[in-house]
């Protein structure tokens, strides 16, 4: 199925299952432990041995010399894979660095070796005894000294990108009567998932079969199949839990890779889980970013110049942060500059993680908005109304097909109770803590991706949907489920759904919020086919048929679904395809953040207190899943915001807090109130579903709103993230 | 992890005897040991249980004090009643470590014993003279946001990460051992801990094979007890600095400051200062104080910490 036109009137539009707060199907599978991950399919490989990634010890030179025989002699062991062992492996499309160091050391901790062994303690006991020397090169771990210089990104074959340009900005910023110009940094963030990269591999002649944790099976199976240099026909991808990724397992990594390799080489099934402390230095992150912004505006308020600049690093060959992405977007104006700058770095790949771009580039739009709003003299909520625009800055032609972003901000501020907000900052005490509300937009773009499924309906009347779509902890299983139910007219526990495998048709896949919208709407292609098929051995002439309650009506006849396959189950396959409506309309996502938090006077530590979103973002598919998506998201928001920094250690080119101690995301208590709100709203523009995404707008604009609260509650701005104690300890106000 | 062997010992003398081999170390709680074998950042040849060995009551001593049993765990000190009513500072110490599934595990002996979360002693790849004596110091120089101080040498800057031990050197306990001939002695907590000079491996006053038996706190000293610990995260996280305060009505009190030093902080002369105030408590505390830039704010942040100490003492 195509789509072309905007969507007109469909089944879904009855709403009577899609749209409702459904329990997640998965739920009791996975909280009494009985939804088996990657690494616990017993059943699948009883006789699995055991492999252990052993990570590189420097950051960037070449291995001088492996001794192995200690490891290879050790109680237990079945093998040992090295890069020698290895032979010539290539290099996935989406991996910058490769999954399996050696000689060559490109980043700390690349994989350089799998120990294999009966017992997962073997293993690990054996890797202790695998002894590597290192020649260590000169990297560069400094990404304000790399900066110096840097090339603009973007540009092709290896020449300079260029700025973006519409009007003519510094000319406008001059002349414009209140203006800014400030510096934010944002640090290197890891996505700390609970559940690590986890892989089983199994041989079955020249087949492989990897059960593992990926958002993305079809560029996992494409990669892992071109890394060993095999046919993608060859290799089984299967993947049908995943203990969250938040983009880290958007790609093949060396999980995947070392257990493949590995069962090769001893000939048995491997698994491999890779251990925590390597997690954030083998593993991609988020980048760090420098980012300059300027915002010129008349006296009343009125942008007349936006520029934003990022910098960012990555390993040669990589990509920049896109922090610029929103600033193209979210606020009117005519004068516009956007660029990003790439340097060189030494530290580990960076990568996507969720809301790649915005994430970062609104925790420092955002704050400059609040500043800009405080030297207007003007409300930020007021401020961020007044710039509204309802058409892309650089192509007014372009309309967004839905925004309400101010409806966004100003419900939110009806009910956060904004007016109780103090303009002039830390005027608020509560006991020992200064009190102060923030602001900050939320936006993030939709995208269209291609997305396939097959829909079965069985000789037991039940339908069964199968697509390579994956349920990273979002409730993928459930909105597909309703998806089919209500295309179908069954109910809920009468859909078998069947995920993450790559013998599937190819989806969406999970990531950048484009997995609920895409993947439903190719379910929904799939269920079009179906119904016709249905129709059809139905001797139904009529194409306007209703099916409900387990029937099928048109004009005055109505038959039972099941009568379509009292000779044999119908199968149906489709996918969804997009025309270039994404091109005559923008399509984004939207909402408002509002925080309150309180700044400990004496310590400078903050703590939460409460916050509030309010979302507008397509048709809401199932408002209790989608709701777990904004607190969660909102969650990382406040992680990134108040304590989440990879340190870097610049002597030696690596993440230091490289474990869950010293890598900080929030705990229970941090987080003592949320509240989400979803405006009604149906996207005809950008699917059949309606829908757009959300699990990444809940993060969008989180740390501003906090960094802001902090603000109002102190009169300290601080421009770096996190924002933690030391940050503004020597500024706060003096105590009473 | 490095293979090694196990034994349950059945009486104390009987495993502080059994420690004198080469490699051997005493499993308690396991909560640190464990992990840290896991990483190999420790490699002992052989574990000695004390589960076995019951001490773990808590009693009253003779002179109004209380006696704490080496293997009584975390979650049943804080808990206990005389504890919470007569030692609040160690109460509250102990409930703003770790999480309850941890306390429910670590014991009094093993908390004393907690081995500093300095990251570069957790990397093996890393120079680390704690874990591997004259290797040289990885943190000096790096990443030293969280690290020490005070007290510190060119050989070290790591911290003593226990909150209960700051309360422990506050209350002035007394760490009461028994070595391999039976012989027993009581050791003040101010010796208990070492600062890390050139032997940063050496931790503690204890010798080979000498074990802990209990930990002893003096009858009670009355006042108002505060545990102040700062976090970057409210719970479930190392401190950055804790204040360990016993204030009295007329001012005067003592203090322990944790996250500074490579042991608990307490400086006598510092406390003669208490009712002239945090910022003259501070600056005696801190006189001789190396921070590094990554951890300089530790010293105002102290200073702030016990000024809200003493405010909170005011008001209770």
Not at chain 1, 540 to 552: P, Y
Not at chain 2, 84 to 107: E, P
Request: with cysteine.
């Amino acid at each position: 199925m195509k789509f072309t036109e905007p969507a007109s009137t469909n089944p879904i539009d009855r709403m009577t299952v899609v749209g409702r707060p459904h329990d997640r199907i998965d739920g009791p599978r996975k909280t009494t432990g009985t939804a088996p991950y990657a690494y616990e399919r017993h059943a699948e490989a009883p006789n699995a041995a055991y492999g252990w990634i052993i990570g590189a010890a420097i950051a960037k030179g070449r291995i001088r010399s492996m001794n192995l025989d200690d490891a290879r002699g050790a109680p237990g062991v079945l093998g040992i894979v090295t890069a020698a062992e290895a032979g010539k492996l290539a290099k996935g499309n989406f991996n910058t660095a490769k999954l399996l160091g050696g000689p060559e050391i490109d980043h700390y901790h690349q994989a350089v070796a799998i120990v294999v062994a009966e017992s997962f303690e073997q293993a690990r006991a054996a890797a202790g005894l695998v002894r590597i020397d290192y020649d260590r090169a000169k990297g560069q771990y400094d990404l304000d000294e790399a900066l110096k210089g840097a090339p603009l990104a973007g540009g092709e074959e290896g020449k300079p990108g260029k700025e973006d340009r519409t009007g003519s900005f510094e000319s406008a910023f001059d002349a414009a009567p209140v203006k800014l110009d400030a510096e934010y940094t944002t640090p290197d963030h890891s996505h700390a998932m609970m559940e690590p990269f986890a892989s089983l591999a199994i041989w079955e002649g020249d087949q492989l079969t990897v059960w593992t944790s990926n958002q993305m099976i079809a560029w996992g199976r494409g990669d892992l199949a071109k890394t060993l240099g095999m046919p993608k026909e060859k290799v089984r991808l299967i993947s049908p839990y995943v203990g969250g990724g938040f983009g880290g397992k958007l790609f093949l990594r060396a999980d995947a890779v070392m257990a493949a390799l590995g069962a090769k080489a001893v000939g048995r099934p491997v698994k491999v889980a890779m251990q925590r402390p390597l997690m954030a230095n083998n593993a991609t992150h988020r980048p760090a970013t420098t980012q300059r912004i300027r915002i010129g505006a008349t006296k009343d308020g009125a942008i007349q110049a936006i520029a934003h600049e990022s910098g960012s690093g990555d390993q040669p060959g990589g990509g920049p942060e896109t922090a610029v992405n929103q600033t193209k977007l979210l606020y009117a104006g005519p004068n516009r500059l956007t660029a990003m700058r790439l340097a060189v770095l030494n530290l580990p790949e960076g990568n996507a993680m969720r809301a790649p771009g915005e994430a970062p580039g609104m925790m420092a739009l955002e704050i400059a908005m609040d500043e800009m709003a405080e030297k207007l003299g003007m409300d930020p909520v007021a401020f961020r109304v007044k710039n509204d625009t309802q058409v892309d800055p650089e192509k007014p032609e372009r309309r967004f097909s839905q925004r309400q972003l101010v409806r966004c901000l100003e419900e939110g501020a009806q009910r956060f109770g904004w007016s109780q907000r103090s303009a002039k900052p830390a005027q608020v005490r509560d006991g020992r803590w200064l009190v102060g509300m923030g602001v900050a937009a939320a936006f993030r773009n939709h995208m269209n991706m291609k997305s396939g499924a097959r829909v079965t309906l069985n000789k037991d009347g039940r339908v069964v949907v199968e697509t390579d779509m994956t349920d990273i902890g979002t409730g993928s299983y459930t909105i597909i489920a309703q998806t089919a139910a209500e295309m179908m007219g069954v109910p809920m526990d009468a859909v078998d759904v069947r995920l993450g495998d790559s013998d599937y048709p190819v989806s969406a896949g999970s990531g950048g919020q484009f997995g609920a919208a895409n993947a439903t709407a190719g379910v929904y292609a799939a269920c079009v086919k179906l119904r016709e098929a249905v129709a059809q051995r139905l001797g139904f002439n009529s194409a306007d048929l209703n099916f409900a309650d387990g029937r099928v009506t048109g004009g005055n006849r109505s038959v039972a679904l099941r009568d379509a396959v009292t000779s044999g189950p119908l199968t149906a396959e489709d996918r969804i395809e997009f025309g270039t409506l994404d091109k005559s309309y923008q399509l984004s996502t939207f909402g408002a953040h509002f925080v309150e938090v309180g700044v400990d006077a004496y310590t400078g530590v903050t703590r939460l207190r409460r916050m509030l979103a309010v979302c507008a973002a397509g048709r809401i598919l199932n408002p209790k899943a989608a709701r777990s998506q904004m607190i969660g998201a909102m969650t990382m928001g406040v992680g990134s915001a108040l304590m989440e920094e990879l340190a870097v250690d610049k002597r030696f080119g690596f993440f230091v807090n490289h474990d869950l101690a010293g890598y900080e995301v929030p705990v229970h208590a941090d987080i003592p109130h949320q509240e989400v709100i979803f405006l009604e709203e149906a996207d005809d523009k950008a699917n059949p579903m309606k829908a757009k995404g959300v699990g990444e707008l809940g993060l969008c604009g989180v740390g501003a709103a906090v960094a802001n609260a902090v603000y109002n509650a102190t009169g300290v701005r601080i421009r770096d993230y996190p924002l933690t104690l030391e940050k503004h300890l020597d500024r706060l106000p003096a105590i009473a | 992890m490095r293979p090694f062997t196990y034994e349950r010992a059945k009486d104390a003398v009987s495993a502080a005897r059994a420690a004198t081999k080469p490699g051997a170390k005493f499993l308690a709680g396991g909560t640190n040991l464990l992990d840290l074998m896991k990483i190999e950042v420790e490699t002992p040849t052989h574990l000695i249980d004390v589960q076995d060995l019951k001490l773990d009551r808590i009693e009253k001593t003779k002179d109004g004090g209380l006696r704490i049993g080496a293997f009584v765990t975390n979650t049943a000190l804080a808990a206990d009643e005389r504890v919470r009513r007569d030692y609040g500072v160690l109460s509250r110490a102990i409930v703003a470590g770790a999480s309850g599934q941890l306390r429910n595990k670590a014991t009094t002996a093993g908390n004393l014993l907690q081995r500093t979360r300095c990251p570069y002693f957790y990397d093996t790849n890393m120079a680390c003279n704690k874990r591997k004596p004259g290797s040289g110091c990885g943190a000096i120089g790096g990443y030293s946001r969280q690290l020490a101080i005070v007290g510190t040498s060119s050989d070290c800057i790591a911290t003593n990460p226990s909150d209960m031990n700051v309360a422990m050197r506050v209350l002035d306990a007394v760490v009461e051992t028994v070595n391999p001939e039976g012989r027993t002695r009581a050791i003040p907590i101010a010796d208990f801990h070492r600062l890390p000079g050139n032997t940063p491996h050496i931790e503690t006053a204890l010798q080979p094979g000498e074990l802990i038996t209990a930990v002893t706190l003096p009858r009670p000293v009355g006042g108002t007890h505060i545990y102040e610990k700062v976090r970057d995260r409210a719970s479930y996280a190392f401190a950055l600095v804790s204040v360990a305060a016993i204030v009295q009505k007329d001012g005067s009190g003592r203090i322990a400051v944790g996250g500074v030093a490579h042991k608990p902080w307490r400086v006598e002369a510092a406390e003669a200062a208490m009712p002239q105030g945090a910022k003259a408590v501070t600056a005696r505390l801190f006189a001789d104080a190396r921070p590094t830039k990554d951890n300089e704010y530790k010293v105002p942040l102290v200073e702030r910490t016990l000024a809200a100490a003493i405010s909170q003492a005011r008001t209770a």
